[in-house]
């Protein structure tokens, strides 16, 4: 029996992870798998010994306020190394952590599967000479990494951007706003804080700032909070006490609150590239500590944070990173709500990307290749 580890670290690495090992189990119903992960890849029968939530956290800063924890978890996961020897170490994206570990697996000669690469074409392209020495067979989402990988003297393979497969709405809009209760003809905007606690704590209160001034100034718009699977209700409903507006919080239901609003505010990060797909025009924003902020634009070597911006290659949709006061980013909202023009250009810009991503089934042909590599 073939053993598999995996090591997924945030949401959005369960997302795609996860979807890759349900259709490698179809191929490999034998395959033993085991690691981290969050529902969805625990959906595949793999042990999971941490997850998702246990691991996700932004920030240089917040990162080394917890640096013993996250280095016991990593130490645990290098021992399960030896214990269980793996015939492959699957790596979805988690760069700052999963770099490491494929280091770890390389040395004890276990091959190493890289998923959703380190986006060294922003930041830290010194690591490409680490992804060299350990890792074997690095695959990627975005056609314009493979020739990035290329130049840089590495080999990387794209098999089309999975999201284009599952970011999909189910309802329209008449069925969304008779299954939420909405009126149908309302302008309706959606807020994405995150799927971070971190991201939440954050975002959220600034979020519902701007939902207060939007309430105020105009009357028939419609505010609702599709959450990320890695946040409950419970955990948000604290913070909607006392708000001067009404809103609707949203849980499992994402892709059709996006793609049934008329507009969204995204917190920088796969829900931007989501939203893109949905065909939904947004407003991206971020927030981390002033101390990584300052970090980050030391280091960072790109105009945009936005992923929809960064593979368009010019600024599609607006961003407001770190200094979005509530004020700026209703201004921002109403400029493209109630500017027709301004609004449409928006939509073909993404409706350009979304085919610019390529095909759709990815998952299944990431797992074809992966299954390759097996024994």
Same mark, same amino acid.
């Given at each position: ?63 080394? =306020? ?26 979805? !994206? ?11 697996? *390389?040395?004890?000669?276990? =091959? ?37 990988? =290329? ?27 008779? =299954? ?81 609003? !008329? ?33 980050? *634009? ?40 109630? !500017? ?7 939509? !073909? ?27």
């Amino acid at each position: 029996m073939n053993k598999l580890m995996v090591i997924a670290g945030e949401a959005s690495g369960d997302l795609h992870g996860g979807h890759v090992l349900l259709e490698l189990k179809k191929l490999r119903p034998d395959l033993e798998i085991f690691g981290t992960g969050g529902q969805l890849i625990e959906s595949t029968g793999a042990h999971l010994y941490y997850r998702v939530e246990d691991l996700a956290v932004i920030g240089f800063i917040e990162v080394m =306020k917890r640096y013993k924890y996250y280095k016991g978890i990593f130490d645990e996961m290098v021992s399960k190394l030896d214990e269980e020897r793996p015939d492959a170490v699957f790596l979805v !994206d988690y760069a700052g952590f999963n770099l490491r570990f494929a280091a770890e697996a *390389k040395k004890r000669g276990i =091959k190493v599967i890289f998923y959703i690469a380190p986006q060294v074409w922003a930041w830290k392209k010194n690591r490409i000479h680490k992804m060299k020495a350990f890792i074997d067979e690095l695959i990627v989402l975005f056609p314009f990494e493979v020739d990035f990988f =290329k130049e840089n003297g590495m080999v990387a393979h794209c098999f089309g951007h999975p999201l284009l497969d599952i970011a999909k709405p189910s309802l329209d809009r008449k069925e969304f706003s008779q =299954k939420w209760g909405l009126e149908n003809q309302n302008k309706r905007i959606s807020f994405l804080p995150g799927s971070r606690k971190n991201e939440i704590l954050k975002h959220l209160p600034l979020l519902i700032q701007v939902v207060e001034n939007l309430a105020i100034q105009r009357a028939n718009l419609q505010f609702i909070f599709p959450l990320a699977p890695t946040v409950t209700r419970e955990e948000v409903l604290p913070y909607f006490e006392g708000v001067k507006a009404e809103v609707q919080i949203v849980e499992q239901d994402t892709y059709n609150a996006v793609a049934n609003s !008329d507009f969204a505010v995204v917190a920088s990060g796969t829900a931007t590239l989501e939203t893109a797909i949905l065909q939904t025009p947004m407003l991206i924003f971020y927030k981390v500590s002033p101390l990584t902020y300052l970090i980050a *634009k030391f280091i960072l070597r790109i105009g945009d944070i936005g992923l929809p911006n960064i593979v368009a290659r010019k600024k599609i949709v607006p961003e407001l990173v770190q200094h979005s006061s509530p004020e700026t980013m209703v201004k921002m909202i109403l400029s493209y709500l109630e !500017d027709r023009p301004k609004y449409q250009e928006v939509r !073909d810009n993404l409706a350009q990307l979304k085919h610019d991503l390529g095909e759709e089934h990815a998952y299944a042909n990431t797992a074809k290749f992966v299954a390759s590599l097996l024994k």
